[in-house]
C-alpha cells in the first residue's frame, strides 16, 4: 500500500488535496490496533466522508460564486460576463460537483451570459483543456 501510495501522490505532486487524502488513508492502513476487514471498512469510510465533504464544499463555491457573478452581470447589464480559471475547475477534479466553474455553470442554467477563459502551467494544458471541454 505505501509503494502504491507513493505511485499515486507521484501522478498528481501539486494535487495537494489528493495527497492529504492519501495520507490520510494510510493511518487506517498503518494502525496495527485494526484488523484487515476492519482496515477495509474504515478506509471505505472515510473515502464517502471525503467524497461528500468534497461535494459540500464545492456546491459551496457554486453557491456563493453564483452571486457574484450575478452582481457583475446586473452591472454590465445583461452583458457577457468574463471568467477566468485555472487548470482543471471543472467536474473530472472533484465529486459530484466543480470547483471553480461550479458557479459558471449556476450561471448558465439561469441564462447569465459567461464567456470563460482557462490557462494551464502544466505541458500539453491537461488542465485547461479538461475545463475547456467540460465547460463547452
Request: proline share 1%; charged share 30%.
Amino acid at each position: 500500500m505505501q509503494d502504491a501510495a507513493k505511485k499515486l501522490k507521484a501522478t498528481r505532486p501539486t494535487t495537494v488535496n489528493l495527497a492529504w487524502a492519501v495520507d490520510k488513508q494510510l493511518q487506517i492502513v498503518d494502525d496495527k490496533e485494526l484488523l484487515i476487514k476492519a482496515k477495509f471498512s474504515a478506509i471505505k469510510k472515510l473515502a464517502q466522508e471525503i467524497a461528500d465533504e468534497d461535494a459540500a464544499f464545492c456546491k459551496k463555491i457554486g453557491k456563493y460564486g453564483i452571486s457574484i457573478i450575478e452582481e457583475i452581470s446586473s452591472r454590465k447589464n445583461g452583458d457577457t460576463v468574463n471568467i477566468f480559471t485555472h487548470c482543471n475547475a471543472g467536474w473530472l477534479a472533484f465529486v459530484d460537483y466543480a470547483s471553480a466553474a461550479a458557479p459558471i455553470y449556476k450561471a448558465h442554467n439561469k441564462g447569465i451570459k459567461v464567456h470563460v477563459r482557462v490557462d494551464e502551467t502544466r505541458s500539453r494544458n491537461q488542465g485547461a483543456r479538461l475545463t475547456a471541454w467540460e465547460i463547452g
